[in-house]
């Protein structure tokens, strides 16, 4: 079975494998080729490939442990996620109670900004 924790950690940490790794990589986890089919590609033994994945699984997750990016925009996501919900109940809140206009735009363009984040992706 697949990780796909490593399809993402690609596309945090991709530009820094080497490119017959990163080849390799992506085409294991996002193309979902077979060991076979990737040394057919590359014009490598399917040792070499599996070699490479390996590798470039062991320098992504140590990267990760290091640096973590992935693990600090995914908390990002969450949050900005419960501020949009958030912002949501306030502008309904206002519109049953008080119908303020003010705090109706306000919650809009919050909801706006973090509508705008997610599409950022």
Known sequence: MKDLHFSLLIDFYGNLLAPKMKDALELYYNEDLSLSEIAQHMQITRQGVRDNIKRGEQ????????????????????????????????????????????????AEEIISIAANFKEQE
């Open 59 to 106: 320098f992504l997750a140590e990267t990760e442990a290091r640096l973590g990016f992935f693990k600090r925009y995914s908390g990002l996501e969450d949050q900005m996620e419960q501020i949009s919900n958030l912002a949501m109940n306030i502008r309904d809140f206002n519109i049953r109670h008080h119908n303020t206009p003010e705090l109706n735009q306000f």
